[in-house]
């Protein structure tokens, strides 16, 4: 990046927060701030190790130091200041997720492109939410659109803060499906073994109420529904085509999807057989590919991770680290949504080494090599990427 760039990017940051109110996430004297300046070269320096009472007033701070990037910490502290971890005096933290379209199952940075990404790490935050909702009964995560690759997700309840760096970790694995087996959603109940049998049975029953039972249980009756559907012939072909399931074990597993379907509803797996654990063990697997929401494993586990600003701007995109309402998840575009009203409705010029195409605001700006006029947000966003230099303006 050279200093035209630069000064140009740095410049119209500082318009934007002049123009803009950033606020503060809860107890921020209790928090550590850090942010990265626009420096010259292509290295980056991270100021850190500060409090709220250092930087003063955000806001003023913001519009004066014209940041690339700015940051506060998921934890609090006695002494936000201190330099060592040891000597801030750890209070808590936020529990704090991170989901990155770089880093997800079937997502290709070559070949993919920003919006396919972006689309594929909305799903994946939506699973996410799920969980933390569903499963967990956290009533109202702050989910923020981080700026570039990806969401934030922010959970601020009480009784999450002392969880320690073991404690997170179970929320990780639970989240990513790690090590999960079939034995560990269902009940075992102790009955009578069959007439002439001295010892006694197990009987196996899905927990169908909630978490990963429930996502197990309504894979498993959705393949009886189908079966269901197609009929004897078609139903048992249907169920051949799993891994380690032959005719035997179709015809058990027809049987148990038609004559037991009620039982089957009810969570009982044991009509079917071994065929019907087998079938439910593939299909836990399915789920944990398809469900588990991928997130980033040591954000969430790092007592003291500093995390972007909400409201603040990602200085690799010039997009807006956005926090998003809930009756907003649905719709949320960030392509749209994350672009500043400072940056809108400008042109400017840009000189590209190869051929661009970006997709903002609802429009694909097809920008050619050399010196271009360009919409500023198409502009902002190449030049913060590395990806385009400013020019001259006529």
């Known amino acids: ?65 014209r940041p690339r990037h700015v940051y506060y910490s998921a934890g609090r502290y006695d002494e936000p200041s201190e330099r060592s971890m040891d000597g801030k005096g ?46 967990f009964g956290f009533e109202d995560p702050l989910v923020v659109f981080s700026g570039a690759r990806g969401y934030h997700v922010h959970v601020r309840e009480e009784g999450v803060r002392d969880l320690d760096r073991e404690d997170r970790r179970e ?34 029953t899905l927990l169908t109420g909630g978490g990963w039972g429930r996502r197990l249980h309504s894979r498993l009756m959705g393949l009886a529904d189908e079966v269901r559907g197609l ?32 039982q089957l509803a009810a969570g009982n797996i044991e009509r079917g057989g071994r065929y019907t654990r087998r079938l439910a063990e593939l299909l836990l697997e399915q789920a944990r590919t398809e469900e588990r929401a991928p997130i980033d494993e040591p954000v969430t586990t790092d007592l003291n991770r500093l995390i972007r600003l909400p409201g603040s701007v990602h200085g690799g995109s010039a997009l807006a680290v956005t926090p998003i309402a809930r009756q907003q998840r649905d719709g949320f575009d960030p392509l749209v949504d994350a672009v500043p009203e400072t940056f809108r409705g400008n042109e400017i010029r840009v ?44």
Not at 175 to 202: F, I, K, N, Q, Y
Not at 240 to 250: D, M, P, S, T, Y
């Open 171 to 204: 929320v990780v694995d639970y989240v990513l499906g790690a090590d999960l087996e079939l034995d560990d959603l269902t009940e075992v109940e102790t009955v009578a073994g069959p007439a002439g049998r001295s010892s006694p049975a197990e009987r196996h």
């Open 1 to 65: 990046m050279d200093s035209r760039t630069r000064e140009y990017l740095r410049g119209r940051f500082g318009d934007h927060y002049r123009r803009s109110e950033v606020g503060l996430p809860p107890a921020p004297e209790t928090r550590e701030w850090g942010h990265i300046p626009f420096t010259e070269g292509t290295g980056t320096t991270m100021v850190r190790h500060r409090s709220l009472s250092q930087v003063g007033d955000l806001g003023t701070f913001l519009a004066s130091e």
């Open 90 to 135: 750890w209070r808590g933290s936020d529990l704090i997720f991170d989901l990155d379209a770089d880093h997800l199952p079937g997502v290709d940075p070559a070949t993919d492109s920003y919006r396919e990404m972006l689309d594929a790490c909305k799903a994946a935050l939506l699973r996410l939410l799920d969980f933390l909702e569903d499963d």
């Open 231 to 262: 009929g004897p012939e078609a139903g048992r072909e249907r169920l051949l085509e799993f891994e380690g399931i032959g005719q035997k074990g179709a015809d058990r597993l027809y049987d148990a999807m038609t004559d037991g379907y009620d």
């Open 351 to 394: 000189e590209c080494p190869e051929e661009r195409t970006v997709e903002l605001l609802g429009e694909t700006h097809n920008i050619s090599e050399g010196v271009s006029t360009v919409s500023e947000p198409a502009g902002l966003f190449l030049m913060a990427r590395g990806e385009a230099l400013k020019a001259p303006e006529r």
